[in-house]
Nanobody, 123 residues
Framework: QVQLVESGGGLVQAGGSLRLSCAAS????????MGWFRQAPGKEREFLAY????????RYTDSVKGRFIISRDNAKNTVYLQMNSLKPEDTAVYYC????????????????WGQGTQVTVSS
């Protein structure tokens, strides 16, 4: 089991920045690739970013490429999502997840999830 706890969400004006953190406990964090997803009301959970277990490989969905940066610190058992140039359409609950198997861009590929943190971007 891996327990994940997100933090860092909040209310920000359009054009602003936030950094989300996801703290892991339980099984060895460095064994897991990690991902960030988000879900807006009435929409499906959306893949945002993926990082491999040592951080050598990253992947982003097109809508956040160039604005969001995923990183990890295995010594702190934490994965981060730096979000810049935020837009009102980025408003959603943001989740981190530990990858299991399959596609890194679909929720089905992830075995463990945090409870989510709300990000609201005002115009």
């Amino acid at each position: 089991q891996v327990q994940l706890v997100e933090s860092g969400g909040g209310l920000v004006q359009a054009g602003g920045s936030l950094r989300l953190s996801c703290a892991a406990s339980g099984r060895t964090f460095s064994n897991y690739a990690m991902g960030w997803f988000r879900q807006a009301p009435g929409k499906e959970r959306e893949f945002l970013a993926y990082i491999s277990w040592i951080g050598a490989s990253t992947r982003y969905t097109d809508s956040v490429k160039g604005r969001f940066i995923i990183s990890r610190d295995n010594a702190k058992n934490t994965v981060y999502l730096q979000m810049n140039s935020l837009k009102p359409e980025d408003t959603a609950v943001y989740y981190c997840a530990a990858f299991g198997r399959g596609s890194v861009t679909t929720a089905d590929g992830y075995d463990y999830w945090g409870q989510g943190t709300q990000v609201t971007v005002s115009s």
